[in-house]
């Protein structure tokens, strides 16, 4: 199976005003039409997502495959893999496959967000929870 890859470098502005980099890359497989405009659409996507996290990820891997080839269209055939890179730590995949890559995309990008979400929370508060002694800084 050959992939098609597009890759860009997303730069993002923190509320610190520092100029960060996200690398955004993107894998089609032999049934997706990729392109330019398909690069777009995902980076806007995951910067809409995922944006927030940008000071801890290096890179995003986004995959995009049709189960079905390009002949069929079923129920679920396209499905979307993304792979978020934060330093320090192991990368963190999930996917989500739907009708059409839209579905996929915009599924895999939600469960990316809650899944970034929760792990940097524990990160910044191992035990989840304040101090009975209330905020001490």
Known sequence: MSLKTDSSNTRLRSRYSKELVMKIQVNTGNHIEGGEELTRQVEGVVEDALGRFSDRITRVEVHLT?????????????????????????????????????????????????????????LDDPKGRTSYAGDQS
């Open 66 to 122: 049709d189960h079905n080839g390009s002949q069929k269209s079923g129920e679920n055939d396209k499905r979307c893999v993304m792979e978020a890179r934060l330093a320090g730590l192991q990368p963190i995949t999930v996917s989500a496959e739907g009708s059409n890559l839209d579905q996929a995309l915009n599924g895999a990008a939600d469960k990316l967000e809650k899944t970034l979400k929760r792990t940097l929370e524990k």
